[in-house]
């Protein structure tokens, strides 16, 4: 077997009972942190990575998208979920070309998200998006790697918050192939309850991005896995922020206490 068969199965494995958490570093040092801090799997996060080139979310290109996941899967012993998009096309066998590509970083899943980033009709139209969420589960089914499929359900997103069209797309994506499902920004207990029964047995991702839940009910909801998005990398940012305005607007520099030795992190043992 192969590293990346080995993080596949294990992989897999934790989406086979209970709940886990799996934060997004946004770099090698990220990643190389949280390893670190004892999580059992990670994933990337295109808006986090997408600031650290100075472009906002959904600017990144495929090939730079691809180094990224090269470098996150190559830094760590655990598994990387991508976070792939929309897989870099609309037309489905693109999706499958580039589903390929991804599969062969290193990484042990990716999510395929169905917003279309037209303001007019941001998601995909419903056909349309279920093809293109068959097409990824052929292209890992070819590419023999047995990756994990995450389809995303993006209408809490894209400024269309209908729950009964997103649990609609959801459990199409699951009977189109896909491992696992994910509708970021659900944000009450009901949602994800709802959520949860209609995809069951399949596991569902929950993104936590505010302080509305925490592992344990998530948990007893029957959440099998939840991400941060790029929540992490926006704590760092803020904290950058603060002390970089303070020090242009009154020449202060109080932020600088208490500041932890990033150094020792990556130091040989």
Known sequence: ???????????????????????????AGSALALEQLGFEALATTSAGFAWTLGRADNQLLLDQTLEHLRTVAGVVNLPVNADFEGGFADDPEQVA?????????GIAGLSI??????????????DLAVDR???????ID???TGIVLTGRSEGFVAGRPDIDETIRRLQA????GADCLY????????????VVAAVSPKPVNLLVNAPFVTVPVAASLGVRRISLG???????????????????????????????????????R
């Open 142 to 144: 070819e590419s023999g």
């Open 230 to 268: 790029g929540t992490l990398a926006r704590t760092a940012w803020a904290g950058f922020l603060r002390a970089a305005q303070e020090i242009a607007d009154e020449g202060t520099f109080s932020r600088f206490e208490g500041l932890p030795d990033v150094d020792v992190r990556f130091s040989p």
């Open 1 to 27: 077997m192969t590293v990346q068969d080995d993080r596949v199965d294990a992989f897999r494995g934790l989406h086979a009972a209970g709940c886990f958490v799996m934060p997004n570093p946004w770099d």
């Open 97 to 105: 070309t580039n589903v390929k590509l991804a599969a062969a970083t």
């Open 133 to 139: 969420i068959r097409a990824a589960r052929r292209a």
């Open 173 to 176: 994506y699951a009977e189109a």
């Open 113 to 126: 998200e169905d917003s279309s980033g037209d303001v007019a009709e941001p998601l995909y139209e419903f």
């Open 183 to 194: 509708a970021p920004r659900i944000g009450t207990i009901e949602q994800v309850s709802a």
